[in-house]
């Protein structure tokens, strides 16, 4: 189907209401303030993050069933609203347990809800880009906390951390909402003028497989453990930046937080850099590139004593954080079908989730028992990334296989 419209326009716009659902990664700035609100301890705080976190694959499958039925503005609708209030309703908490409830969980599934529309709507419109398309949306989710940080710390400064909560929330409203105006779904077989769709059998959209038969697949477990792989590392260092440049390099708090901006800014542009260039060279290449790179870096940051050497470790780990949530959009989508992608990406996130909570514990547990030192967490990540890289050639030799053809079970 050859439908002319603006998937540009489109394209900003869902990458626009991204930094705003990326502000949930800026929950840091938030934490320590709540601690003296509510006069409990940190730990007890990050639960409501934790929440957060775990919860994610079911709103990103939320999502991705309300893609595959045409309803992409409706779920940043959905997902927006939720989001908005739930950052409202965590100005207006009196308890922890209520920011469990408001930002862990309401907040939580808004945006996921938003994060998985706008990524599978996104990929569908641009079949003939699909890693430049999923790496330049997933970046205005992970430059959400560039963005959105330095004002929540005016705010927060200027009117104390509930009112700025309060007013971000209603600021996040009519955002995503007004720009969700914008949002039109993929037509089915959306295909953008002067571009021809592979022929099927070529591993570029030939198969359309549903989410109960894409788990039933070998190929769907090697995919999702490459995406925890890739994530692994990311999210130790995502976690603990802050901790490892005070701790090992002897940086203060201000400096840190500089080398933290740094981090994130590397993830931002390698969602963008790597998906465009998996374009080009293929993903396969680009995941045994990005896996090379990760141990590289791990062993650097884990034998540099220089601070120089602590920038370029954690601006090439972030690269490659940025560049593994840019490349497996691109991947479910050629492996499993465009028809069901929504739910399908959805279920594969759990390779994502499972690095969200596996990292940041490997890292933090290593350093414990070594007096803050996080030198054997980074041999320990330096050794999965080269299992991620000989599962790569598994994964090569895998989709090589001869494609099966359409499913046509309802998912």
Known sequence: MNVQLNRWRILIASTIINICVGAIYAFSIFALPLTKVFSVSMPDIMIAFTINAAISPIPMILGGKLVDKGGARKAVFIGGAMFGIGFILSGLATAPWMLYITYGIITGIGQGIVYSSTIGNSVKLFPDKRGMAAGIVTAGYG?????????????????????????????????????????????????????????????????????????????????????????????????????????????????????????????????????AVSDKIGRVNCLLVIYLVIASMMLTIALTNSVAGFAVAIAGIGLCFGGTMGIFPSIVGEKFGMKYYGVNYGVTFIGYSGAAFFGPRIAGSVAAANDGVFTNAFYIALVISLVGFALTFVYKAMEKQKPEPEVAKAA
Do not use: D
């Open 143 to 275: 430059g959400g906390t560039i963005v959105i940080a330095p004002i929540a710390n005016a705010l927060i400064t200027g009117n104390g951390v509930q009112s700025a909560l309060i007013m971000l929330g209603a600021a996040f409203l009519v955002i995503i909402l007004s720009l969700g105006l914008l949002v039109k779904p993929s037509p089915v077989g959306y295909a953008p003028p002067g571009w021809t769709p592979p022929a099927a059998g070529t591993g570029k959209g030939g198969v359309n497989i549903p989410w109960n038969e894409m788990i039933k697949k070998p190929l769907f477990y090697v995919i999702a453990c490459l995406f925890l792989i890739g994530a692994l590392s990311g999210m130790m260092v995502t976690a603990n930046a802050s901790v490892i440049g005070q701790n090992m390099f002897g940086l203060s708090a201000a400096a840190a937080a500089l080398y933290v901006s740094l981090y994130s800014l590397s993830n931002c542009i390698g969602r963008v850099f790597w998906g």
